[in-house]
């Protein structure tokens, strides 16, 4: 089992900066690939930015040349450096594991239970 756990959101003017890191327990997770993603109120999940176990990194429109995912395998394993934030940006965000299973392939399995970021105009 893997438990994670996010930290790091919170308030912040628009234009500003937060930094999530996502903490995990249980097991290892330096073959696994992870990633980030966010629900705002009345939204269905969304991915956000997803790093593997090799470091590729790819996210989605909305938040490139603004967000960077990184990991560091020997501590805790992933962060979310998230610069020049905007009122698009809110809602509560969530660390995931991606785990391959036999009949669904690579499946975000393991989830945080989120960390809220709120940005002021």
Known sequence: ????????????????????????SGRTLRY????WFRQAPGKEREFVARISWASSTN????????FTISRDKAKNPMYLQMNSLNPED??????AVEVPRP???????????GTQVTVSS
């Open 103 to 113: 009949l669904t392939g690579l499946t975000w399995d393991y989830w945080g239970p």
């Open 90 to 95: 809110p809602a509560v965000y969530y660390c």
């Open 59 to 66: 996210d989605i429109e909305a938040v490139k040349g603004r």
């Open 32 to 35: 696994n690939n992870m990633g």
């Open 1 to 24: 089992q893997v438990q994670l756990v996010e930290s790091g959101g919170g308030l912040v003017q628009a234009g500003g900066s937060l930094r999530l890191s996502c903490t995990a």
